[in-house]
């Protein structure tokens, strides 16, 4: 099992597109809102662009946890975006989780950007099923030990 | 069962037509039970092709592996057909090729074999080993009847048939000119028992499951190579700039790999099973193909191989796909 | 070229905002060790002049030719520093921004953990700058007309605004007349105000004015090019009339020998024309046109002895060889005004639609009480399929008059057994108004509506709701099941649910209120335009709230019924809108083209369209190349039409084609940096 | 040297005295048998064919990180193979270990490798001669070895049935031996005798093979042969057959590299890949199967001899067993035969 201890802090991290969520993540600063610093963001500019590819390679390189997050279904700046990545991350997720990944590791989420709050309640979300399954070292690749 | 000299008579008509440059069919393999391809381009050689439940090999491979060498200056590269043997489950594999446009309808000549089933080789190596002179194997009724070094032995169909057979939904080829012989329905259902199972054990118990079977795994990307949707000009796979996975072979990078090729066959994998078959190693490859396939059937009602003109499974959406996972 | 990377690094404190948290020194400190940085620095105010001015003068004195500065969002200050660089010589896309004001100094009170996040953030630039490329800004010029599709009272609307701008228009109409469904009604609610009055005085400044070239009976046959540049072609329809002589005395209609057989559309088939005829009296153009499917010489080959029409004609207009033109133009803008059809009842077989004479959709009733309707305004029991032809000398009886008319709303909305869930917006209104006619006309007449929920949510309309209910008008609540005929009556049966109790409503007419749907040839607009149609099958907008007369194409925008139903107000209200949005390219003259487009490895890609598939934006096409010899089909990016979402990138398996800014080479060394633990 | 005997009720003991080792046997993983390090006897899985991977991977190892390095750091880490320790290949078959011997040449010609021959130097092979009859794809007498060769082992066991007859081949083996000489007893009379017959009819039973005398300078009037693109037609160009093959011994060197820091390795390729021979620039100059398939069998079977005077080839078979479309190798030399 993997080790659980209280003082784990995870890293996650997160794949925002630039109209809805990275802009919620923004309003999160701007109303000085705070959570917890355990979330890196990689902006893109549509959560359609992110390759579900980019969670194994996170996972691979010592993230704990991924997010993506893009706006609300209809409310994609490029229109369909969201929905290409809803069914992306639908299916690795699951493959994931069959391989024996945790799915609290591989979470999506719907942030638009008046969701400053939400972005909080989100990434509180993330990181406490991140914390409750413990660091992710399965595959993470070998240190190289210098 | 497929007439084999009716085969050879259209094979021969096909091979002679001006328009077609080759006809990839089986023949005899060099020992034991094995067949093996054979690339058929003038009538004489037509004598060669056979049809049996050893003629596992998905030869729809051929039509995308085809080397196409740089054409000399002054000449026209040779834009003439090519003529396929296809089962069942191998038509799924033009369908889905042409749905990705590897080729028009118009290019190839399809023979198409209405399949009652094909042997695991494995098995019948387990049951027979070591078996030199060219054996054969033939269906009758439902026994495997086969024959070597002057004996004949019967066995129940169920115990060599390949286990994507005992779940082809398919058997009679969904794409043809010719059809060899009468259409069969399908044997069975898939009821997924196995990815269900799998499902159901916890994180670690998979994970356990999965490192056994990916630690031996050597990375000849032979699963790859074989697999007749597998056909980049340049594999993102092998690439070095951006390199996805490293080339050297640990957990890490093997569990990588297999993450992504089995996502790069999400909705586009047609069940024919070679990617197992081939593997040296016997990596369970069509579980998680299987694992794909069954999520994708139940979440999309999506079954890839059978209509060309569906559009590419993750090139589409619904508006109102599933989203209960999402934040 | 873009060289090897010279990275400079500027890590702002934004007074106390970021620096009351994260350790600013510490941060520079940590960026002075990051590979290919030459120089790392802190400021106050980057975005201040003087802080400016120290990436500029970096770039003069180390040569910099990659910029981080670690600040606010890029959503904040990503221009002004991209002026900056340009301004330092340098390509503006060799900027990459490290938010650690907003996603960090703003939102966590640890210093320790905050600088921290700050590091790897300020890293995770760092390796995606080394790896950053120029990217062209590129504008392009707009040609300075419009093409207007479908000239309804939005496609009219928008031609007079723009054209009154003083831009060219091109307005193309399918039917013989503009107008569209509004010149069909009789009055409109909730004011009451003659639907032609209004409406003819702006169909004819469309025809005169200088700046529109108005084609009517005519259709698009192809668009391609891009917002700026489209190149169009329209196929006017041959009349066998020339438009140039015809005076539209209307001589020949009379004497047609098809006169009075053939349903006429604009009537919704209750009214009778010839082969040769003019949709209604005020048609715009006032041109007649000969139909050609009905049309016994041209159908036929003969029509008596000569036709008649030819015959009558003193203007020599009549000329049955004349062919179709194909007319080709170009045009900056795009908007399409193509409105819609109705419901068609004979979908809900229960309200015997078709079945009975005097069950009539409303659009039928707005022609029957119409001044200029084929009865003249008179509101009379129908007698369908009948010949109309009168005898020499026949007296014929006069028709009947309806005692009592039922109205049955939402027919075809709200009604997922029809596969149309949304409300039609303007039905409840439009019974309301007929109703009211309808007691105008025959004050003895007893008026009953069957509604569901009466949606009276526009300006003055609850006031025009309740001033029917005032004049006498019953309205039931209740979805009737069935209409059926007992005598000479026509029975209505449903259930009032307001009193739970089912009843049978005897009745002398009927009138469905049959709802606006998408238009059954949509799928030609479509087709050429590459346009999405939300789930109701209506074109779909680029965003529902704040882009609601675009579309995903730059440069092509809606209005009126075809993006969705509404009533006049709206669609005029939104052919406004679309007007001013088709004019702002075109008062520029130029257009800013996405830089961080995607883009193509030709020598990779597989050809298999996923991309395009993908692409929300039909940016993407194949093309055929040759490779070594070999003819293969390749994906081609129209760089005008591509919006940088990036949505092909993820789809392309073989990572053939890539955003530029956003490539996967960029990307995954941000992933490892942050990955590390 | 002497003989001894091993009996089948004490193996178990024996292996555990050698996991104080580095302690690699052939193993069962699900239905595959692979060498690997194994901590605990019962890992052990004697009752074998052959394996599917060949042991070459442990003196060869798949990847090898060669040296790490750090970012503004000249320092280079080099690998100390002496740290892996003593190794015991345990239970491997008389064409693997001859295997070794063919792939010394190359690792010990005009650049001595340090890793690989630092590693050979380590290990002692313990061998298992193949009196079970041999698979049907053998034809190790056809290149030069016999099922129950001693060539480069340390010491051979030969299964009589209810023990294995032990012979220690060299002073390494004899060592080896001498730690497990507790429960070793000295082999009874006969023992030697039924050994050597054993050893006999399994070489009566290696049923194919192959005349290999004048392949070596036929192979080259060969060249432009139309042989080479009707044998290679089916290949998929996967490599099994290189990867997996006892004396292939390609690699490529990468660097890989995580934020700072790197490590230079060293790893399997296959000339059957197409990418083996392609240039940066573009040009590949074996551009197809056919090419591919011909360099293999010259390779094993002109070049290399004709540089150090041994078949690149033991004939262990795994070529042909494991080829997904039944390319066979003495199909091809048989071609090459009589053309
Ligand atoms: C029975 C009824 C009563 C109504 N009463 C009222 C009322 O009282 N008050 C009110 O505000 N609203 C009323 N409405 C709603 C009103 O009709 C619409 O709001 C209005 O007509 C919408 O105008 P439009 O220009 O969008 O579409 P349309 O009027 O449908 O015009 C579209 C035009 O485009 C043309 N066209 C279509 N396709 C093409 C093509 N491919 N190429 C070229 N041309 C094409 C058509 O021929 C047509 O001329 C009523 C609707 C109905 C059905
Ligand atoms: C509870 C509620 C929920 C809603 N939810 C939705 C919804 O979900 N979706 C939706 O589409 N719509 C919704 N709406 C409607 C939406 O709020 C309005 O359509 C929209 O805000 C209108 O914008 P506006 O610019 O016209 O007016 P306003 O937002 O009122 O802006 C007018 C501005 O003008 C300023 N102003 C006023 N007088 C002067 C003056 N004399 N000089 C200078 N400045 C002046 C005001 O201070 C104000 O800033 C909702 C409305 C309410 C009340
Ligand atoms: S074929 Fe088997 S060993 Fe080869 S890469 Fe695939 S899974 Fe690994
Ligand atoms: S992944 Fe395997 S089963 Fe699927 S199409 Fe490819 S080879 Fe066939
Ligand atoms: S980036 Fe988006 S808009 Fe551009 S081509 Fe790709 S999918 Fe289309
Ligand atoms: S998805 Fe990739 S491989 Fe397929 S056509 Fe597009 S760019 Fe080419
Ligand atoms: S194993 Fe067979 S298919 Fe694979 S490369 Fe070798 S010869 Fe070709
Ligand atoms: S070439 Fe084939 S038979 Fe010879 S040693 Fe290699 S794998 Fe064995």
Known sequence: ?146 | ?327 | MNGKPKIGVYVCHCGTNIAGVVNVEEVVQFASTLPDVVVARNYSYMCSDPGQALITDDIQNYGLNRVVVASCSPRMHEPTFRKTLLSGGLNPYFLEMANIREQCSWVHEDPIAATEKAKRIVEAAVVKARRLEALDVKEVDVEPACLIIGAGIAGIQAALDIADAGFKVYLVEKSPTVGGHMAQLDKTFPTLDCSACILTPKMVDVANHSNIELMTYSQVEEISGYIGNFQVKVRKKSRFVDMEKCTGCGACAEVCRMAGRIPNEFDEGIGMRGAIYLPFPQAVPAKYTIDKENCLFLSKGKCGESPKCKEACQAEAINFDLQDEIVEFKVGTIIVATGYDVFDARKKPEYAYGVYDNVLTALEFERLVNASGPTGGKIVMLERGKKKKKKEGEEVEPPKVPKSITFIQCVGSRDKSVGNEYCSRVCCMYTAKLAHLAKDKIPDCEVTIFYMDVRAFGKGFEEFYDRVRREGVRYIRGNPSEIFKRGDKLVVKAEDTLTATPLEHETDMVVLSVGLVPRSDNREIIDLLKLSQSSDLFYLEAHPKLRPVDTASDGVFLAGVCQGPKDIPDAVAQAKGAASAAMIPMASGKVKVEAQTSVVNEATCRGCGFCVAVCPFTAIELVEVNRNGWPVKVARVNEALCKGCGACAAACLSGSIQQRSFKDIQILPQIQALGVK | MAVKKLNKDKVKEALQELTKFRLIAPAKSDEVVVFKQISDPEEAFLDYGNSTVPPKKVVFPQTETLFRFQRGNPELREKNVEEEGTTVIFGLRPCDARAMSIVDNLFSWDYEDPYYLKRRELTTLVGMGCVNPPSVNCFCTSVGGEPCGTENLDILLIDLGEGYLVRELTEKGKKLAETIGSFLEDAPGGSEAKAEELSGSAKEAVSRSIDTSGIEAKLPTLWESPLWKEVSAACLGCGICTYLCPTCHCFDIQDEVEGAEGRRCRMWDSCMFRAHTLHASGPNPRPARKERTRNRINHKYSYFPGKFGVIACVGCGRCINLCPVNIDILEILGKVVEA
């Open chain 2, 1 to 327: 069962m497929v007439d084999v000299e009716k085969l050879r008579e259209i094979a021969r008509e096909v091979v002679s037509r001006e328009d077609v440059r080759q006809l990839i069919g089986y023949r005899q393999g060099t020992y034991g039970f094995r067949a093996r391809p054979a690339f058929i381009t003038s009538p004489e050689e037509v004598d060669q092709l056979i049809f049996s439940p050893a003629c596992v090999n998905n030869l729809a491979t051929y039509l995308t592996l085809e080397e196409r060498l740089p054409v000399p200056r002054g000449q026209e590269p040779d834009l003439r057909k090519v003529a396929v043997m296809v089962k069942g489950c191998d038509s799924r594999a033009l369908v889905q090729q042409m749905e990705e446009k590897a080729y028009e309808r118009d290019r190839i000549v399809v023979l198409g074999i209405p399949c009652t089933g094909v042997v695991d080789m494995d098995k019948v190596e387990k049951r027979f080993p070591n078996v030199l002179s060219r054996g054969e194997i033939a269906l009758e009724g439902d026994k495997f009847v086969l024959s070597f070094d002057g004996k004949r032995e019967e066995v129940p169909k169920e115990e060599l048939l390949a286990d994507k057979c005992k779940r082809c939904r398919y058997p009679t080829p969904l794409v043809y000119d010719q059809l060899l012989d009468e259409e069969v329905s399908r044997f069975a259902d898939d009821d997924y028992a196995d990815v269900l199972a799998l499902e159901k054990r916890s994180a670690e118990e998979k994970w356990a499951y999965w490192e056994e079977k990916f630690s031996r795994c050597i990375r000849c990307y032979s699963c790859r190579n074989v697999c007749p949707m597998c056909y980049c000009e340049d594999c993102v796979l092998d690439r070095l700039n951006p390199q996805w996975m490293r080339r050297s072979v640990d957990i890490s990078e093997t569990t990588a790999y297999h993450i992504a090729r089995a996502y790069h066959l999400a909705g586009r994998c047609i069940q024919c099973g070679e990617c197992q078959r081939v593997c040296p190693v016997e990596i369970p490859l069509m579980e998680l193909n299987r694992k794909f396939y069954k999520d994708v059937e139940e979440l999309y009602d999506y079954e890839p191989g059978t209509d060309a003109e569906a559009p590419p499974l993750l090139a589409t959406f619904k508006v109102d796909d599933r989203e209960d996972f999402i934040l």
């Open chain 1, 1 to 146: 099992m993997a080790e659980k201890n209280s003082d784990f802090e995870p890293n996650i991290v997160a794949f925002l597109c630039n109209w809805c969520s990275y802009a919620g993540a923004d309003l999160a600063g701007t109303s000085r809102i705070q959570y917890p610093s355990n979330v890196r963001v990689i902006r893109v500019m549509c959560s359609g662009r992110v390759n579900p590819l980019f969670v194994m390679n996170a996972l691979q390189q010592g993230a704990d946890g991924v997010l993506i997050s893009g706006c609300h279904p209809g409310d994609c700046h490029y229109m369909q975006g969201n929905y290409y990545a809803r069914r992306r991350f639908m299916l690795m997720r699951n493959f994931l989780e069959y391989l024996g990944v945790e799915p609290e590791r591989v979470r999506m989420s719907w942030v638009s950007a008046s969701e400053g709050a939400k972005w909080k309640e989100v990434i509180e979300e993330v990181v406490s099923g991140v914390k409750s399954v413990g660091p992710m070292n399965k595959f993470q690749r070998r240190q190289l030990n210098w």
